[in-house]
Structure formats: C-alpha cells, structure tokens
C-alpha cells in the first residue's frame, strides 16, 4: 500500500494519513492555552467545570505527508549562532526560553523554577533544534512522572506506516516521549516519518544503525562511523539518544557469571567489540567527541546501561553499578560542554531492590534525572509483564525516578502491535499516575477525585469519559447493564438495588448534613445524645430509603 | 440445561460436570506427596529436574455431582466431642493436627512452626469441620502470600453452573481461597455446588442472605436470623465468614464528609441498621454468641472493614482506622473463644499511604494475618483496576499482608465474567508471588530463576510451561515467530540475529569461563593484563559468533 519511499519501503498513503480512529477522546476537546498555544485535554463533566488534564496526543488529524505544525521554527531561528544552543547553555545564562515557558504552563509551576532545574543538571527538555513540530516537555523528579513507548521494526515485521499508526496511538493514550528502536531495513526512511509527525520527543539507540551499515559485523564498528550516525540522526531531529558508554571493558568479566548475562543490545553490541579489540569502547574513549557533536543540536543523552540486569537474580550487582559509576562520570563531562543528560536503569529488580537504585543515582549521577525500564519485579510471567514491571514502575517513580520506560505484554516474547502498544501505555499512564498521587504532586489528585465524585453520584458518562480509557470502561459496563437507562441507575450490577452501599451513604450523608454533625461533635456529644438525636429525626430520612 | 434444584435454579449436568478445560497445565502434572498427599505441580523442564509449585486446582476431573473426595473426613470424626475443635485450640493445647502438617509440608516449614504461629494468631487454617474435601492451606505473613478471588451472582446476573466453573478456572490459576458473594435468588443451592467441588477454603458473607431472608428491609434485620444464617452457613462447610461487628454508630457520622462515604456492601447495611434503630452494631453487641457459633465449626473470622475507604481521598481517615481499632478489640474476643481471626482491609490507598496501614493492623490486631482488597492506587482506571490495586497489594504483601483479595478488570464497572476472574488471578499471582520474592520468602526464586535460565538459554518450551500462564506466553511467541523452528530459535522476534545479546553474551560467558574468570580476578589482573590475555585467546572465541 501507500507511496514508495526511495528504497522501497511502503509509506504512509493519505489514506492512512488521516487516524483511522476519532481525533479526541469522548467528551474530551484538545484546548491550547496561552502564546505559547499549550495543549490541554478538557474532559467535560456533568453540572461541574471541566477536569484539564496534560495531553500527549498532539495537533488533530492532518496529512502526514506535511508533517505536523513546526511551532518551534521561529523559536530556534532566533538562536542561530550561538555555539551551544542547548536549553542547558540558555538556562545557566538565566535566560528562560519558550520551551521552558511551555513546560511550565504544561507542568503549571513558575516558568523561573523550571530554568533552574534544568541548569542544575535535575531536569532535562529534550528538544532537537531540528525538531519544530515538538511540543516540548520535560523530564525531572519534580516535575509529572512521565512514560515513554518503544516502537520500530525488525528484520522480522512491519512497515513504515504501521509504525507511524503506533506512534500517533501511543501519544493518543499519554505516551510522553517515544523511542524508535527499528532494526529493519528503511531504518532512516521510518524515522524521518516518525520525527516530522511527532509532537513528542524521539529517541533512538544510534548503534542499532551503525550495525546495519556494517552488515551486523560488530568489529567493524568505529567512532567515525558512529558520529557520523549521530549527525545523520541529529540532523533529522531525534531528541534524545540512548548511548551505551558506560560499558567497560573490565566490567564485562563481571557479567559472566550472572544468569543471564548481558541483556541489553546496545551493551552486548559494545562488550563484543571490546572483547574483539581489547580495547577500550570507544564510546567512552571519544565521549568529548560526541558530547561536541550532541550540544551543535541539543540532542540529550540518555546515557544507556548496557549491563542492566535480565532476571531479578542479577539485580544489584557489581556488573549494573560499577557502569553506573562510570555514566555517573560521564554526566559531569557531558555537564561541562553544556549537553543535557539522563540516566537509563534497569531492568528486572526484585521490590526490595528498588529504593537502592534511585537513591545510589541520585548520589553517583549528581540528581541528573533517572529513566528506568519497569523494573519488572517477577520472571514468571512472560506475557504480563507489562503489570510485573507496572509494580516496580510505581514504586520507583515515587521514590524519584522521572520517566518510565513502557513495557508491553510481548515483552520477552514479540514485537508489540498496536493492542500490545496500548495495553503497555495504559499501564504505564497508572504507574505514573499513582506516582504522582504518591508524590503529592500539585494537582494530580483533582483528577482522582472528580471520578470518585461520579462514581459517588452514579454519573456513569462522566465516569466513563473520566477513566484512562473511556472505551474500555464503557465497553465493560454495558457488558453486564448494556441498557441506556443503566447509565443513569443509581445503581450498578455489581450490587442490584437492595445492596447499593452508595446508595445508603447518600442516606447517611444527607442525614448527618442535615444535622450539621461532624466527626468531633458526634464523638462529643456521645452515643446517648446521638440515639436521641436519630430518634426525633431520624425516621423520616428513612421514609424514602 | 442441566439437572434443576428444589428451587428450580439450574444446576451443572454430567456434561458440564467434567471441566471444559485441560485438567493440568502443560508440561504440568499433579503429584501428591507424603501420606496426607500433599498436591504440588511438577513443571518438566528440559534436562533438569521439574520444578516444584504450589497447586491450589484440586483433584483431577470429578463429576461434579458426587463433589470432591472427603480428605478430611476421617481426620474431623476423631475429634468428635470436642466443644471448640479448632485449629486455634488444638494449636494451643500443643496439639499439631493433621490440617497443620499439610499446611507444613506445602509451604516446606517444620509442622511445629506451623502449630506455634496458629497458637500465637499470627496465622490461620480456614477449614469448616463440615468441608472434608478441602486441602488445608495457612494465611499467615509468615508463609507465602495468598490470594482470594470473589465470585457469585448478583439479582441482575448468572446461575449456578457458571458459579461452579468459575470456581475451578479460579483455582486453575491459583486462587488459593474463593468467596461465594452471591446475592440474587438460589444463594443456598449454589453454595453448596460450590462447597462440594472446592479444594480451597470459601468464604462468604453471611449478611448477604439475611437480607435476601428480610427481602431487603434492612430494618428487619436481627441477631437470631443472623446467627440462623451462619448455622445454615456453617453446616454446609463455608471456611470462613466476613462479618461487619466494628461498624459502631459513633462511626457512621465520621463518613459524611467523605468523598465516597461507606461503600462496603456489608458495611452500609449496617449503618443503615443501627441509624433506623439508634442502636449499636447488634454484630458488636452480641459477639460473643457469634464466636460460640462460630468455633463450634471452626468457621474463621474474616473481620470485615466496612468503613473501609472508596477512594484515594478517604484513606486512613478517622472512621477507617476507628473501625480498625474496633477490630483489634474483637479479635481479642475471638481468641479468648479460640476462634480462629484474619482482619480485612482497604481498599482505596495512595502508595505513600499503605505502609501506615500495615503497621497500625499489626499494631492494633496483636498481628493477626491482615486480608486487604488490593489496595487500589489511584482512582482513574476503570476497566484496568486489577493493575491499579496489583500494585498496592504487591506493596503490601511485601510489607506483610498475608492475604491478598483479587480485583478484576470489572471493578466498578460490572461482575466479572470467566475471562475476568482469570485476569484478577493472574495479576495477584504476580503480585503475591513478587512480594515473596521481595520478603526473601524460601525458595520463591527457584521459579524465577528457572525461567531466567530457560531465557538465557532459548529454551522456549520451557519458557512457556514455567509462565503463570503459558497459554497467553505461547499465544504471543506465535504471534510473531509462528514456525516451530523458532522454538528453537537461539534467537527471537524482538532483536533478530545480528542484535542478539544473549547470543554475545553466550559468547563473552564461554570465555570468560574458559579463562576461569572471576569478578575479583578480572579486577585485580587490572586492564592491561587482561588486554593481553584476550589478545592471545580472544580471536577464536568469535570465530564462531
């Protein structure tokens, strides 16, 4: 299907261009706020203002043959020759600039407070100069926990216009950031589809494609092709890339007695080279030389752990810290020629585990942000592990860690399709979320206790355009109660009329409204009092009951 | 279909009888171990030996008409003429029944450990002298996290035959003790299907009934119907009772200003009682013959928390944990009758908010086992709130909640059907079993690492017998690598070939091995050396990668 891309590959028709699926989600309209045209999610609700929420999803359906909007263009213009044109460089000389002010409406704080995160090294807004369509946003513990999705073909599957579809469904249901892992052919023609309709920030692991141009033949690899890699990538706009310097060459002996070794591709790709070379990787050795070529862009460094671990046995080790020490290293230098950076973590970590990730991070990496896939907290349950790493996901973003990366339920097993996709971000937006609540970050309850209003109330269309995900709520409820008039019962089938707590509770409520009691009074005045009390009033409330 | 019952419900025929699935799991077998044949799973793994897991599925295919096999019977008639014959008072009088040595030999602890933290209340075996066919299992924070699933049918809902299917598929999966919640006409007749063909403890909530007897006038309500009830209860073997004894009426106004007041079904009838009355709890008030009741069965307490919170926002406030409180107060009680007591708990609870749970139950309860309801973290997930609560109940398992009550996908939305119940199993297997990891719990990583070196070593067979559920781990492989030749892959659908860090890491294991490497050599030989040492024995490893 489709036009063809010059090598071939099927691209993304108009037909496909349009989202084959509805632009907003029920009852809820994209609102852009202020200059800066911020976009907003406003979820309408019955007799009450609307619940804003953050929005990920991006500008409606246009051509994806145009691209989306390049808001950033002017932006970016004004900045042309300066050397090191980083949100970094602009924030250590006191100068806030419009992606900064962007993130501050989105993460509603002081456009001031986000400048100074991102000078001191706490927060990062990956932003490509080469990225306009961006809608930026922000990456750091005091800020939104966010979740970024992996998509990209392989050898084995798929085409560019699958994972352009991926990539808008991914953002419809709250994906922050997304990564292009393909492996396949068209690995270039794939990602410039990506980047130009991506209101997100792209990441990609570069080594992937220098193995590619090298026909898979590690040793082959080199620091000049790997550099010319990044400009090539850099220069179509990814926003962040996954660079696997922390692997050592003495680390590496330190893997081979774990159960499963070295997992990640990008740390075994550089293992076997080291091995092969005996000698040092070369992505440490020549860092300066990419951190150079990563601040002409404002390209951030997502400093990778390729010896994270691949079972909860490995999990801590000597392997997975010793090359936290050394990205630890690589953040003050990468700091120093003013790049943006943060810290990839693992990987499969029991619960008992998790603390002592974030807080060794924070102290090795200078509070540069933390950027964990799951961890997933059991090996057992392969097709699942989008909720084994769900666990582990929450408990590490309340205790710091800025951005999670998604696991879906083919991890371990395939490549995710669009459901897979989905399933993965859902549970990672309820990871996220509960981090915030736990976090208590400003704001982040309202929406939590507008849908327990509803539920309270028996409002069942907003519950349902409340809820992550409104199809699937509704789906379910008129599965047991499909009936119209279901969704205004005040009741539900869980219970049938006779049980329905929140019915009694709206009894009792309005009782002790009506009374006037407090939790303090009815304790003062005393059991005898209150019988009284409940006897002269008490009938009637229950006349309509 | 089927055979009808006095009331005219339908029951399950021969045909149903036999279950509509593979009595094991694949690669799977039942063995029963020991002269009380103690079931297990054996799951075969190639060339080693099978790994062993706990089996809470029940005997192999039975016509579901003549019920399970009466295991317990003889055990039960010796004890005939004992006023208080439960676990509790053997336990205390130093006597290790037979119930205690099961439960010893399936969590592979001494039976004496097992006597001791039944006398002391740290734990309890739910098992109703009138239910022979149980296979004794121990909630304690002492032994493996349990896990419980709630089925039944509702006025609006579903007849007996699926009940009973619902059941086994539950134990099929792992639930390790089932609640019958039903409400709606035929409750007694589909109890008894139920206690019949169940090899786990069931547990209901006797209230239910008792209003179905005073057709919903809550008003109506009494101690003799309800101690009626429990008898009726009792002599068909229910395990144990949920009962709401610490809903006091100074409680009741504490959750006016809640944002989703009282939503414990049991717990609203019960304000709703003692605000008709102006009088207190008559569950509280006449404990004492309840506890009478109950031991002469040795039907266990499940302490009901029904002012338990609805929503994030009214967690561990002043009537959750003045109930609480209450709680501990009747356990006391209970003890002193040698009752057998576990507490239920929330509920709705932000991550920052569970530990404070755990540690005031223990407080107050004199650390009789905790059973919580997830917790829930977050309240805007409808449809994926067996994910929202996996997560607090994998938290609090950790912390020491010794049994975990399943949610389903349906939470809030409507009854779960078979698919759901599976998906509540499947995710508090996950969570239950990541909290044994997470407690050091022994032998709960031999699983994990099992799986864990099935993966490294692309032992994809073995990968999909040692899921949780190997249907869905196959099903997924296939979706992407269909052929059978990629069951033996050493690659797989995610990296292909080329990107295979097992494969290198393969490699980087034989030599490091061959070398006799170990971590603190590597360290020690320092970089140079070892430089060397690759030099001369490196080329041949890669040879063949």
Redesign the interface.
Same mark, same amino acid.
């Given at each position: 299907m489709g036009t063809s891309t010059t090598n071939g590959a099927s691209a993304p028709s108009s037909s496909t261009a349009m989202r084959p699926w509805a632009d907003d989600l029920p009852n809820s309209i994209r609102v852009e706020v202020g200059d800066l045209a911020v976009p907003f999610r406003d979820i309408a609700v019955t007799g009450e203002s609307p619940v804003r929420v953050y929005n990920t999803a991006g500008p409606i359906a246009h051509d994806l043959r145009d691209g989306l909007p390049k808001r950033r263009a002017d932006w970016v213009a004004k900045r042309w020759g300066i050397a090191a044109p980083t949100q970094r460089w602009f924030a250590r000389h006191g100068i806030v600039t419009e992606e900064m002010r962007f993130c501050a409406i989105r993460e509603n704080v002081a456009p001031e407070f986000v400048r100074q995160e991102i000078a001191a090294g706490r927060a990062i807004i990956p932003a490509n100069i080469n990225h306009p369509e961006l809608e930026p946003m922000i990456i750091g513990r005091k800020f939104l926990v966010k979740i970024n999705a992996n998509i990209g073909n392989?050898?084995? !599957?798929s085409g560019i216009a699958e994972e352009v579809e991926k990539l808008q469904w991914a953002t419809r249901w709250g994906a922050d950031t997304v990564m292009d892992l393909s %492996?396949?052919p068209n690995i270039h023609a794939t990602r410039e589809w990506i980047v130009r309709n991506s209101p997100v920030p792209i990441g990609t692991v570069p080594i992937?494609q220098c193995?590619e141009k090298v026909k898979?033949k590690v040793?082959d690899l080199s620091i000049d092709l790997f550099l010319e890699t990044l400009e090539e990538q850099a220069l179509q706009g990814v926003d962040y890339f996954t660079i696997h310097a922390g692997v050592l #060459?003495?680390y =590496?002996?330190? +893997?081979?007695?774990r159960? %499963? /070794? =070295?997992?990640?591709?990008g740390?075994? *790709?550089m293992?076997?080279w080291c #091995?092969?070379h005996?000698?040092?990787n070369f992505l440490y050795t020549h860092f300066d030389r990419i951190c150079d070529l990563m601040r002409k862009y404002d390209v951030s460094f997502s400093l990778g752990d390729g010896l994270r671990p691949?079972? +909860?046995?490995d999990a801590n080790d000597?392997?997975q810290f010793g090359e936290l020490q050394t990205l630890g290293e690589l953040t003050k230098i990468a700091w120093a020629k003013d790049c943006q950076v943060m810290i990839e973590g693992p990987g499969h970590v029991?619960?008992?585990l998790i603390q002592e990730n974030m807080t060794k991070q924070l102290e090795v990496c200078d509070e540069a942000p933390f950027y964990t896939l799951g961890p997933l907290?059991? &090996?057992?349950?392969?097709?699942?592990d989008? *909720? !084994?790493s769900? =666990?582990g996901a929450?408990?590490i973003g $309340?205790f710091g860690c800025a951005m999670l990366c998604y696991v879906t339920?083919?991890e371990?097993?395939?490549?995710p399709?669009k459901k897979d996709v989905k399933d993965g971000v859902?549970?990672y937006? *309820?990871?996220a979320?509960? @981090?915030d609540?736990?976090?208590?970050h400003p704001g982040a309850?309202l $929406? &939590? &206790?507008a849908?327990?209003?509803a539920?309270?109330e028996f409002r069942w269309e907003d519950?349902?355009n #409340?809820?992550?995900?409104p199809d %699937?709520?509704r789906?379910?409820?008129d599965? %047991?109660?499909p009936a119209e008039g279901a969704k205004s019962a005040h009741f539900?089938?869980?219970?049938?009329?006779?049980?329905?707590?929140?019915k009694? !509770?709206? &009894?009792?409520?309005q009782?002790? @409204?009506a009374q006037g #009691?407090?939790?303090e009074?009815?304790?003062r005045k005393?059991?005898e009092e209150?019988?009284?009390e409940? +006897?002269e009033k /008490?009938a009637e409330?229950?006349l309509q009951?």
């Open positions: 392989s050898a084995v !599957t %492996t396949g992937y193995l898979g040793e #060459l003495h =590496i002996p330190m +893997t081979a007695k159960v %499963t /070794g =070295i997992v990640s591709r740390g075994s *790709i293992a076997k #091995l092969h005996h000698e040092e691949g079972c +909860t046995a000597e392997a029991p619960m008992h907290t059991t &090996d057992v349950a392969p097709g699942y989008h *909720i !084994t769900a =666990i929450a408990m $309340w339920p083919k371990h097993l395939g490549l399709n859902i549970a937006r *309820i990871a979320h509960a @981090a609540l736990a976090k208590g309850r $929406w &939590d &206790d849908m327990s209003k539920r309270f519950q349902f #409340l809820a992550l995900d %699937t709520a789906e379910f409820h599965e %047991t109660l539900c089938s869980m219970c049938g009329p006779h049980f329905c707590s929140m009694i !509770t709206e &009894d009792v409520r009782y002790a @409204a #009691l407090s939790d009074e009815a304790l005393g059991m209150k019988s009284q409940f +006897t /008490g409330v229950y009951a």
